[in-house]
């Protein structure tokens, strides 16, 4: 896909401004990485990209047709589901082969049946990032995408999203700039930063 073009972009609830002004071109088929400390408006942003918020003013381009997967800060799993069915919500046509090699990949094995309420809260969020990777998309979204993984796991999931992602335009929400160079970041936005340059 192309680059997205955010122009003007501006969104504000009850009176308190979380964007004001914001320009940025996303590069297509590449990773970019948003940091900020909270309450900068990172998930607005990535709400607004995905048409789950309008902005009060300013512009999207580049998403018209474009197909969309995310992950969100919640982990939003069928909890009376196993984990090969939350993965089928995304992607039918797997195979048990095909989701039993992938839940390996993320340190998941065994879990194909097993409801995923009863996992743990770094399982759940494998579970969630996998399903993600594995629709069919031009556009990832990921807010937090690492949150509650041991060090040594979370290096490993990084690995393979950065594998899994290769070619494709990524948006990344992170407070760790390691993760953005861990995910390969071609940019990185610090959104506390722009939002200071346009209140000049």
Same mark, same amino acid.
């Given at each position: 896909?192309?680059?997205?073009?955010?122009?003007?972009?501006?969104?504000?609830?009850?009176?308190?401004?979380?964007?004001?002004?914001?320009?940025?071109?996303?590069?297509?088929?590449?990773?970019?990485?948003?940091?900020?400390?909270?309450?900068?408006?990172?998930?607005?942003?990535?709400?607004? $990209?995905?048409? *789950?918020?309008? @902005?009060?003013? +300013?512009?999207? &381009?580049? #998403?018209?047709?474009?197909?969309?997967?995310?992950?969100?800060?919640?982990?939003?799993?069928?909890?009376?589901?196993?984990?090969?069915?939350?993965?089928?919500?995304?992607?039918?046509?797997?195979?048990?082969?095909?989701?039993?090699?992938?839940?390996?990949?993320?340190?998941?094995?065994?879990?194909?049946?097993?409801?995923?309420?009863?996992?743990?809260?770094?399982?759940?969020?494998?579970?969630?990032?996998?399903?993600?990777?594995?629709?069919?998309?031009? $556009?990832?979204? *990921?807010?937090? @995408?690492?949150? +509650?993984?041991? &060090?040594? #796991?979370?290096?490993?999931?990084?690995?393979?999203?950065?594998?899994?992602?290769?070619?494709?335009?990524?948006?990344?929400?992170?407070?760790?700039?390691?993760?953005?160079?861990?995910?390969?970041?071609?940019?990185?936005?610090?959104?506390?930063?722009?939002?200071?340059?346009?209140?000049?």
């Amino acid at each position: 896909m192309k680059e997205i073009r955010i122009q003007a972009l501006s969104k504000a609830y009850g009176g308190k401004q979380v964007l004001k002004g914001l320009n940025l071109t996303i590069p297509g088929e590449k990773t970019t990485a948003i940091l900020a400390p909270s309450g900068f408006g990172k998930t607005t942003l990535l709400r607004c $990209l995905m048409g *789950l918020e309008k @902005p009060d003013s +300013g512009t999207i &381009e580049g #998403l018209d047709g474009v197909r969309i997967s995310a992950v969100f800060q919640e982990d939003r799993l069928c909890g009376g589901f196993g984990a090969a069915a939350n993965l089928r919500l995304c992607a039918p046509e797997l195979t048990d082969a095909q989701v039993k090699k992938a839940l390996e990949a993320f340190s998941l094995s065994g879990t194909e049946d097993k409801p995923v309420s009863a996992f743990s809260g770094g399982m759940k969020r494998r579970v969630a990032l996998l399903r993600a990777l594995l629709a069919d998309y031009e $556009l990832l979204i *990921l807010d937090e @995408p690492f949150h +509650g993984l041991d &060090e040594e #796991l979370r290096e490993k999931i990084m690995e393979e999203t950065c594998r899994r992602s290769r070619g494709k335009t990524v948006i990344m929400v992170t407070h760790d700039p390691y993760e953005a160079e861990r995910m390969q970041a071609v940019q990185t936005v610090h959104l506390d930063r722009l939002e200071a340059d346009a209140a000049l």
